[in-house]
């Protein structure tokens, strides 16, 4: 089945501090999705990039689908304590529906103060 | 998300029982979604419906079964448990038109 590589798998980073992380795939997707996981709940959809090229933010989040439709990137800039949590990149063929989504094992984030 | 009730949240059970997750949903989506979580494996699909009375396994659907009787719920079951089955589990909805899915809180199933 398909497969995707998320990097890294965790970071260790001081309050403050810019955040990077990527996923790649050996496939191409049409959608690409990037969640927060809090401890104890369910992921939560943080950002959706619907087509290649787009960059999109929401705060102090940003994401870009990459232009080969194999890869996305998501960037967090001055990180604070609230943002500690694992994060997953998704990607999926259709914009919804029956396919599932194909997940990344996460990037665990940990700040310290 | 309150749209979504994962029941229950925590449950112990003993190898070789059956064990039954239900998922509830108050969203009107049509594609429910059953993942488990575990370290070291991120997200991993075990079945999914496209509507009442339709399922389809995924990646992970050994051991596991589902019924969707009822567009708002799920239901999960494990014939006989085992520790391998020892996880987190999720449910999660999507309807047409739209990317991504919104997850459950999870119920997290020790298999002793």
């Known amino acids: 089945g398909q497969q995707l590589n998320q990097s890294p798998q965790s970071m260790f980073i001081q309050e403050g501090e810019d955040v990077s992380m990527n996923c790649t795939s050996s496939?191409?997707?049409?959608?690409w999705l990037w969640y927060k996981q809090d401890p104890g709940e369910g992921p939560v959809l943080l950002i959706a990039?619907?087509?290649?090229?787009e960059l999109t933010s929401n705060g102090r989040l940003t994401a870009q689908f990459g232009i080969t439709r194999k890869d996305s990137f998501l960037n967090i800039s001055a990180s604070i304590p609230s943002d500690v949590g694992i994060y997953f990149c998704?990607?999926?063929?259709?914009?919804?529906?029956?396919?599932?989504?194909?997940f990344g094992k996460g990037t665990h984030l940990i700040i310290q103060p | 998300d309150a749209g979504i009730t994962q029941s229950p949240r925590h449950k112990v059970t003993e190898t070789g029982t059956p064990v039954t997750l239900r998922c509830h949903q108050t969203e009107n989506h049509r594609y429910m979604y059953w993942y488990r979580q575990d370290p070291g494996h991120g997200l991993r699909l075990i079945h999914y419906s496209y509507g009442v009375k339709d399922t389809d396994k995924g990646e992970v659907s050994d051991g596991y079964s589902v019924s969707r009787s009822k567009t708002e719920d799920f239901l999960l079951t494990l014939e006989s448990a085992t520790s391998s089955q020892t996880s987190v589990y999720f449910c999660a909805t999507n309807t047409a038109g739209t990317a991504g899915y919104t997850f459950g809180s999870g119920t997290r199933l020790t298999v002793v």
């Open positions: 496939s191409i997707f049409n959608t």
């Open positions: 990039l619907y087509k290649a090229g």
């Open positions: 998704a990607g999926q063929l259709s914009g919804g529906g029956a396919d599932g989504l194909t």
